[in-house]
């Protein structure tokens, strides 16, 4: 199938697949789109809301209307990698031989949803790494291939912070976005409040299946990309870094530290996915002006000076959109 018709095709299956996420989740379409874009560009998500937001329903629901594998694991403080990854149990076959046999852990899915990701320790955070980047799992000296697509999409509270483990810097950037689910508007919750407080049994299909999902994240790398697009987003990720010569005064004076490499290449995969999705060929400027915060607000840290002029981290990713334009 040619990339026309793939395009076509995306878009007939974005439209259902929104029609049949609408059907549970009133609002958010924003945050869906987004969740949508890091899927087709094989990334991973950070979802953050205060309690009651229906962080978990909104991606257990993604993961109904797409044909694929899903596990969920409830991250607590006791939870250990092995519970993550899998572990290796000594077995008897019939012969009265004893072996190692590896049982797969509930990372060995399509979509992975790693709910309050914050309330474990490091050590188990780090599980998540090699199999975040690598999609691999190493256990008794033996790695194992985990299905494709891979998808994580964790969920963590940002108020709450006793008992928990904030993810570190090599941890966050495995993240393509990190996505903030806010308070519905009053006419989204007087819906919301109807549908939660009756007998409603919904019934969801399936929009997307293993192999088209596999041929749109294919289609969304064939995109190609103007220099003036890809030098614009590279130019964004510099001015983040304190010591690059293109870096505004705002940004020495109020961060600490600057966004990497991987923000340059999520940004463009994440402006051709929306030029995709909105049946254009090739994606401009404004494309990657869109992509900028859920890219970069978890890549960047704010110093002391910001905290003391109350200053967050997507009031300097605003200022810089707007003195870059």
Not at 66 to 89: A, C, H, K, V, Y
Not at 127 to 132: G, N, P, T, V
Request: with cysteine; aromatic share 6%; net charge negative.
């Amino acid at each position: 199938m040619d990339n026309l018709k793939l395009v076509e095709q995306l878009n007939v299956k974005k439209v259902q697949l929104f029609s049949e996420i609408g059907k549970v989740i009133i609002g958010q379409e924003k945050v869906i789109e987004k969740m949508f874009i890091s899927l087709l560009c094989q990334g991973h998500v950070l979802l953050e809301g205060v309690p009651g937001l229906a962080k978990t329903l909104l991606i257990k629901t993604l993961s109904d209307v797409l044909d694929l594998r899903f596990n969920r694991i409830q991250f607590t403080p006791d939870l250990m990698p092995s519970d993550i990854t899998g572990t290796e149990i000594i077995e008897e076959d019939s012969s009265g031989k004893r072996a190692f046999k590896f049982f797969q852990g509930p990372i060995f899915a399509n979509i992975i949803l790693a709910d309050e990701i914050n309330r474990t320790p490091p050590k188990t955070q780090a599980a998540l790494l090699e199999a975040m980047q690598e999609h691999k799992v190493t256990a008794g000296g033996q790695t194992y291939d985990l299905d494709n697509p891979f998808f994580v999409l964790a969920t963590q509270n940002p108020i709450e912070q006793e008992g928990t483990y904030p993810l570190p810097e090599a941890q966050l950037d495995r993240f393509m976005f990190n996505l903030r689910i806010d308070y519905p508007k009053r006419s989204e919750e007087i819906d919301i409040v109807k549908a939660t407080t009756s007998i409603n049994h919904i019934e969801l299909n399936h929009v997307i299946n293993l192999e088209e999902l596999i041929a749109f994240q294919q289609l969304v790398k064939n995109v190609p990309v103007a220099d003036n697009v890809i030098e614009y987003a590279v130019d964004i990720v510099g001015k983040t870094r304190m010591a690059d010569e293109r870096a505004p005064k705002f940004v020495k004076d109020w961060l600490e530290w600057g966004a990497g490499p991987r923000a340059s290449s999520y940004l463009i995969l994440g402006a051709k996915s929306k030029a995709v999705l909105e049946g254009r060929t090739t994606p401009d400027i404004a494309d990657v002006i869109d992509m900028i915060k859920p890219v970069l607000r978890h890549r960047v840290i704010t110093n002391f000076n910001a905290e003391s002029d109350g200053i967050k981290v997507d009031d300097i990713l605003d200022r810089l959109i707007k003195e870059s334009k």
